[in-house]
């Protein structure tokens, strides 16, 4: 997490201590945005995840010094914006409602060549 300078700088016990530091205060930040910037109201969901997924889950938070709760909001979110378009997409082809065809839009926007 720390540079070569700043970590040449440092001893190595005080360059561990300031990476585990450092990757508190991002979690703590990310905690704080996720609950400040919605500033409606906040829900909590609580589910049910296989130890695989908890376990990478966990190392990739690890890893990038941010939350659990940070990438399963992301994941959450990425998954809905999918879903909906995929059921939206759905409706419209088991409820068709009216059609027209490339004449008929062209007359009716007065576009006829």
Same mark, same amino acid.
């Given at each position: 997490?720390?540079?070569?300078?700043?970590?040449?700088?440092?001893?190595?016990?005080?360059?561990?201590?300031l990476?585990?530091?450092?990757?508190?205060?991002?979690?703590?930040?990310?905690q704080?945005?996720?609950?400040?910037?919605?500033?409606?109201?906040?829900?909590?969901?609580?589910?049910?995840?296989?130890? =695989?997924?908890?376990?990478?889950?966990?190392?990739?938070?690890?890893?990038?010094?941010?939350?659990?709760?940070?990438?399963?909001?992301?994941?959450?979110?990425?998954?809905?914006?999918?879903? =909906?378009?995929?059921?939206?997409?759905?409706?419209?082809? =088991?409820?068709?409602?009216?059609r027209?065809?490339?004449?008929?839009?062209?007359?009716?926007?007065?576009?006829?060549?």
């Amino acid at each position: 997490m720390l540079g070569g300078w700043e970590a040449g700088r440092l001893g190595s016990w005080e360059a561990g201590k300031l990476d585990e530091l450092l990757l508190f205060i991002n979690a703590l930040l990310d905690q704080i945005l996720c609950y400040t910037c919605n500033a409606v109201e906040v829900a909590m969901l609580a589910i049910r995840l296989s130890e =695989e997924i908890e376990s990478r889950l966990a190392d990739l938070a690890a890893k990038t010094g941010r939350t659990k709760t940070f990438y399963a909001r992301e994941a959450i979110l990425e998954y809905l914006d999918e879903m =909906e378009d995929r059921y939206l997409a759905i409706d419209r082809l =088991e409820n068709r409602g009216r059609r027209w065809t490339l004449g008929e839009l062209e007359q009716d926007l007065d576009l006829v060549r």
